[in-house]
């Protein structure tokens, strides 16, 4: 088992930045890409950003090209997604997910394991 516990959420002004992170726990050599997703009120889970194993190659919503980045820390066991120009739009609880698969996806089904989430609210 994999545990992720999701910090780093909070209120913002638009235009500000946050920046989230994922600490892993467990057998976490045996997952690969890991990911951030988000779902707001009413809304379906949606996918923002992954990462390989490795970290070499990233994949990202098109709704947060260019302002969000998405980073791990193998030696630490973290995935942080630094988040910057927020919108409201932004506003939903931000999920991170684990796989073992090694291939990057913005299906949720194929996701492993999934934190609790941590709520993420912009004001404009």
């Known amino acids: 088992q994999v545990q992720l516990v999701e910090s780093g959420g909070g209120l913002v002004q638009a235009g500000g930045s946050l920046r989230l992170s994922c600490a892993a726990s467990?057998?976490?050599?045996?997952?690969?890409?890991m990911g951030w997703f988000r779902q707001a009120p009413g809304k379906e889970r949606e996918f923002v950003a992954a990462?390989?194993?490795?970290?070499?190659?990233?994949s990202y919503a098109d709704s947060v090209k260019g302002r969000f980045t998405i980073s791990r820390d193998n030696a630490k066991n973290t995935v942080s997604l630094q988040m910057n120009s927020l919108k409201s739009e932004d506003t939903a609880v931000y999920y991170c997910a684990a796989r073992f698969g090694v291939r990057l996806t913005a299906d949720t089904r194929e996701y492993d394991y999934w934190g609790q989430g941590t709520q993420v609210t912009v004001s404009s």
């Open positions: 467990g057998r976490t050599l045996t997952v690969n890409a």
């Open positions: 990462v390989t194993g490795s970290g070499g190659s990233t």
